[in-house]
């Protein structure tokens, strides 16, 4: 029974998952860019570190959260989480495949030629949404494993990471090279969440934060320029800096306007997310003519972060609209009666206790 009281709010979590959010956008916008011949070496540059940052983190909160889906039967978990983040995922994959067939663009992190819905969406999937197909795959796997003990799990996940991860997969998919690795970090969310909860009480003063964030970008910054990324085990090391050192960066950033500003994308998470890459792709079609001139110049310098804040600006008010779309956020059989906060894409609180209902699952 769903109490009517709120539960604790965790202003960092939202914060963090907020700065996460804004860099998944970044990384598209300098896709895009680059894609348009408006390119920037220091944005390339940037992206490719930021790149071993972001989507540990990411999942990292996402397992954090997600403690209460993976101890519901069965039957819940796979009508409410999976199967719907499934239909999201593939309802907002074939809006993309479609606006990219007709506003086609070129990425280097793809594999070259014509490829079919079948392909981008299943089968060697690379379009902005995949995180959510990730989640599919992820919650089942956290309820499988439940009894393995912790001491067991994360070890073996990182193994097999490790040996797996990189190498010959990326060729075809990042998303499927990325899965092994970025599962490590899903469960360290959900099988630490109490000790991540506890530490995020005892964070260290602003100038320790800065100077473990600031090792943290070097150690990104020096794997990429060294060309380490397919080291076995070295983005699992990069990555697990990044999580300390962003949810530490997060807690100290929560009471800040800035703070306050990251959370509030943060509590949107989901419509941000499957909307921006289309968003993207349509803002940046005024630029198409300076291309080539422009490029390395001024314009291609303030380009990226011209297309992040505009995307915010058009996403974030979209979430009351396609609200009020049914099945646009979730599937028809997993829409309840009274809808409830999604823990891994909406309000972040405290895992465990009891939600109260609100207006938007996946809000």
């Given at each position: 029974?769903?109490?009517?009281?709120?539960?604790?709010?965790?202003?960092w979590?939202?914060?963090?998952?907020?700065?996460?959010?804004?860099?998944?956008?970044?990384?598209?916008?300098?896709?895009?860019?680059?894609?348009e011949?408006?390119?920037h070496?220091?944005?390339?540059?940037?992206?490719?570190?930021?790149?071993?940052?972001r989507?540990?983190l990411?999942?990292?909160?996402?397992?954090?959260?997600?403690?209460?889906?993976?101890?519901?039967?069965?039957?819940?978990?796979?009508?409410?989480?999976?199967?719907?983040?499934?239909?999201?995922?593939?309802?907002?994959a074939s809006?993309?495949?479609?606006?990219?067939?007709?506003?086609?663009?070129?990425?280097d992190?793809?594999?070259?030629g014509?490829?079919?819905?079948?392909?981008?969406?299943?089968?060697?999937?690379?379009?902005?949404?995949?995180y959510?197909l990730?989640?599919a795959?992820?919650?089942?796997?956290?309820?499988?494993?439940?009894?393995?003990?912790?001491?067991?799990?994360?070890?073996?996940?990182?193994?097999?990471?490790?040996?797996?991860?990189?190498?010959?997969?990326?060729?075809?998919?990042?998303?499927?090279?990325?899965?092994?690795t970025?599962f490590?970090?899903?469960?360290?969310?959900?099988?630490?969440?109490?000790?991540?909860?506890?530490?995020?009480?005892?964070?260290?003063?602003?100038?320790?934060?800065?100077?473990?964030?600031?090792?943290?970008?070097?150690?990104?910054?020096?794997?990429?320029?060294?060309?380490?990324?397919?080291?076995?085990?070295?983005r699992?090391?990069?990555?697990?800096a990044?999580?300390?050192?962003?949810?530490?960066?997060?807690?100290?950033?929560?009471?800040?306007?800035?703070?306050?500003?990251?959370?509030?994308?943060?509590?949107?998470?989901?419509?941000?997310?499957?909307?921006?890459?289309?968003?993207?792709?349509?803002?940046?079609?005024?630029?198409?003519?300076?291309?080539?001139?422009?490029?390395?110049?001024?314009?291609?310098?303030?380009?990226?972060?011209?297309?992040?804040?505009?995307?915010?600006?058009?996403?974030?008010p979209?979430?009351?609209?396609?609200?009020?779309?049914?099945?646009?956020?979730h599937?028809?059989?997993?829409?309840?009666?009274?809808?409830?906060?999604?823990?891994?894409?909406?309000?972040?609180t405290?895992?465990?206790?009891?939600?109260?209902?609100?207006?938007?699952?996946?809000?």
């Amino acid at each position: 029974m769903t109490s009517s009281t709120p539960s604790p709010r965790l202003p960092w979590v939202d914060t963090a998952r907020g700065a996460a959010i804004v860099l998944v956008i970044t990384h598209h916008a300098v896709l895009f860019t680059t894609a348009e011949g408006l390119g920037h070496p220091a944005w390339t540059a940037a992206n490719e570190t930021l790149r071993l940052l972001r989507m540990p983190l990411f999942f990292f909160l996402s397992g954090l959260l997600a403690v209460r889906a993976v101890h519901r039967p069965w039957p819940d978990l796979l009508r409410r989480r999976t199967t719907n983040d499934l239909w999201v995922y593939l309802l907002w994959a074939s809006a993309a495949f479609a606006a990219f067939t007709l506003l086609p663009y070129a990425r280097d992190d793809v594999p070259p030629g014509p490829r079919g819905w079948l392909d981008q969406t299943l089968l060697l999937p690379d379009n902005g949404a995949w995180y959510l197909l990730a989640l599919a795959l992820y919650l089942p796997l956290g309820r499988l494993t439940r009894a393995v003990p912790t001491a067991v799990l994360l070890p073996a996940a990182a193994a097999l990471a490790a040996a797996l991860g990189p190498g010959q997969l990326v060729r075809y998919s990042f998303v499927w090279s990325d899965l092994l690795t970025l599962f490590v970090f899903f469960a360290a969310g959900l099988r630490l969440h109490g000790p991540a909860l506890r530490v995020a009480t005892r964070v260290p003063g602003p100038l320790a934060v800065t100077a473990l964030a600031a090792a943290t970008g070097l150690l990104a910054l020096a794997t990429t320029a060294l060309g380490l990324t397919q080291v076995p085990g070295v983005r699992l090391l990069v990555g697990a800096a990044a999580v300390l050192a962003g949810c530490a960066v997060a807690v100290r950033l929560a009471p800040t306007r800035a703070g306050r500003a990251l959370a509030h994308v943060g509590r949107r998470t989901l419509p941000v997310y499957v909307t921006h890459e289309i968003v993207l792709g349509l803002l940046v079609l005024p630029l198409a003519p300076a291309a080539g001139t422009a490029a390395g110049g001024p314009l291609s310098l303030l380009a990226p972060a011209l297309l992040v804040a505009a995307a915010l600006a058009v996403c974030l008010p979209l979430r009351g609209p396609l609200a009020r779309v049914p099945w646009l956020l979730h599937a028809p059989w997993a829409a309840p009666r009274q809808r409830e906060v999604r823990p891994t894409v909406g309000v972040a609180t405290v895992p465990g206790a009891r939600r109260a209902p609100d207006r938007v699952r996946g809000a």
